[in-house]
Structures are given as C-alpha cells and as structure tokens.
C-alpha cells in the first residue's frame, strides 16, 4: 500500500476544511429586481365590421328633426312642389272636402294622418301635425308626456287654452321667438299625457279641425 507523503496529506485536509466552513449561498433579497417573466402572446382582436346592419325594411325611416321654422328642409312658407322636393321622397295626398283650399300630404309609410302629417293651404306648405313618440317637438316634448314636465321643461311658457271636444283636455301652445309668425301647439288628453302635437304659421297652427 502506498501512503501519501504528509504534505499533500495536509493540503488536502485544508481544502476540505475550507469548503466546509463556506456559507451558503444567500437567497436575493425580497424586492431585488428579478427577470420579468415572458408574457403570454397578445390574443388576436378581431377588426370590426364596417358593413352597416340591415334595416327593416318594413319599419318606417328615421324622421327629420323638428323646428320652429319647419320639419327637416320642408320650410314654412314653401310652395308644395318645394315641399316635396325637399321631402326627398314619395309624398301622397290625404284628401279633403270639396271645394277646400286645404289637404294634407302624407310620407308613404304612414297609414293615416295620425303619425305624421304635412298641411298644405292655398298651395303652400304651412304646418306639420306629429302623433307619435318617436319624433320630438323643437324644445324636447314628446307625447306621452305629463303636462306637468312639459310645463317644467318649457320654464311654465306654455298658454293653456281648454281643448274643444275632450272633457278636462286642453291645449299648451308657445309662440316662437324670431320665428314669425310660427307657433308650437301641444294637445293634452284627460289624462294629463300629450296626444299630439303640431308646429305651423298662423292661423294654420290653431286651426283646431285641421283640414276640415
């Protein structure tokens, strides 16, 4: 058996020593900056579509914005041929007693008067009757409506007259301001709740009958 001289003897010994007396390794301290870990891959967003939905066909359009000083590009005042034009559309004729200078012109989707309406006098286009919700008056009412918030909502402006055939119904009308001689007129029913309402010159605007 061969022995190791006693110097690498005592080389060895202190090297084994020396690893056995190393600390061990010292984890980073909390909050060290560490690697940021490899996000995931970004999930792909589809582009929106840009083809409009498709419309019914069976639903009436859109109506034109009210005003004071007529609807849409229909203006007051304007001849029927202009009104039409600026109707852009298919206008038919509600027809009228005879021998009357006053009819009422239709949009085609309507089935009666009751929706909308166009007052033609003496071949010009002066008042524009609304009963339906979907359209609102210059000033924000609407039928359906409580008299008491329209009352609010016009700052008590309204004049209120007692309507001629509906018991406890009246009527709420407004003058237009610079828009001469133009008048807003609302119809409240027995029940407090606005059932129409029409914008037109005077006297077209107070002409209670309509046409009639």
């Not at 009751?114 to 609407?142: H, Q």
């Not at 209120?160 to 119904?169: A, C, L, N």
């Amino acid at each position: 058996m061969t022995i190791a001289p006693k110097p690498v003897l005592l080389t060895l010994a202190l090297t084994l020593a020396l690893a056995a007396c190393k600390p061990p390794a010292t984890p980073p301290p909390a909050g060290a900056d560490a690697p940021a870990p490899t996000p995931p891959p970004a999930a792909e967003i589809p582009a929106e579509s840009t083809t409009p939905p498709t419309a019914d066909p069976a639903a009436p359009p859109a109506l034109a914005q009210a005003g004071l000083a007529g609807f849409g590009d229909m203006k007051l005042g304007s001849s029927e041929e202009e009104a039409k034009t600026a109707w852009g559309g298919e206008l038919k004729s509600l027809p009228s007693g005879e021998g009357s200078t006053c009819h009422y012109l239709l949009p085609k989707w309507a089935k009666d008067g009751n929706e909308l309406a166009f007052m033609i006098e003496d071949g010009k286009f002066v008042r524009y009757d609304v009963g339906t919700d979907k359209e609102t008056a210059p000033g924000g009412g609407k039928v359906g409506m409580q008299a008491d918030a329209l009352q609010a909502l016009y700052k008590d402006s309204l004049q209120s007259t007692p309507h001629k055939y509906v018991e406890g119904g009246r009527y709420l009308s407004l003058a237009a301001s610079g828009v001469a001689p133009a008048k807003l007129v609302f119809e409240v029913g027995a029940d407090g709740k606005v059932t129409r309402w029409r914008v037109g010159l005077t006297p077209q605007a107070d002409y209670v009958e309509g046409c009639s």
